[in-house]
């Protein structure tokens, strides 16, 4: 792990990259102890929040894909924490229930991610956490801003199944060029 020293004349989305990472490190070295990987905690999380979130609601509050909610969705359900049964007036569309076990691991599981919180601002007064805050949520906020710019399309994240298909293509292009 880079020493707080080493990143001193980094780029500031560098210094709040490698922070994130650490953050889940801890927070995956507490979750492990109760068998909770930190993905799946994105989901409860939410799921703690509003129970019933629909998988496709529930990808959008997570900021993951649909195909990865679905995925870590069976592997909770296997688990026990969660099951999906079909909504009311449309069976298309599915929701997702916290079972009593998973509902059970909110009350262990929150107080580890608080413990992480209070290791990582140990030593920082009040002001600066709140400005810290400020901060990243200004930052944030500008972020979403230039994304939502109209004429942004262009700059768009592709998919994973467009992304294939963009590297498939460039792969024939490079074979019939040689």
């Known amino acids: ?83 999906r049964r079909s909504a009311e007036g449309d069976r298309r569309k599915r929701q997702v229930f916290l079972t009593p076990r998973g509902r059970a691991l909110e009350a262990k599981l929150v107080p580890l991610a608080e413990d992480v919180n209070a290791v990582a601002v140990r030593g920082l007064s009040a002001a600066d956490v709140a400005k810290t805050r400020r901060t990243l949520l200004a930052l944030l906020g500008n972020l979403n801003a230039d994304e939502s710019r109209p004429g942004n399309d262009a700059r768009r994240v592709p998919s994973t199944r467009e992304l294939g298909r963009l590297v498939e293509r460039a792969v024939r292009i490079d074979q019939a060029l040689e």
């Not at 490190?25 to 979130?53: E, F, K």
């Not at 990808?59 to 649909?66: D, I, N, R, V, Y």
């Open 1 to 83: 792990m880079q020493k707080p020293t080493d990143l001193r004349h980094e780029r500031l989305a560098h210094v709040v990259k490698v922070t994130m990472r650490a953050l889940h490190r801890a927070l995956q070295m507490r979750l492990a102890q109760h068998g909770v990987s930190v993905g799946h905690w994105t989901y409860l999380r939410a799921l703690w929040q509003t129970d019933g979130l629909t998988q496709r609601e529930l990808s959008e509050e997570a900021g993951l894909a649909e195909p990865t909610t679905f995925t870590a969705l069976k592997a909770m359900e296997r688990r026990g924490y969660v099951v």
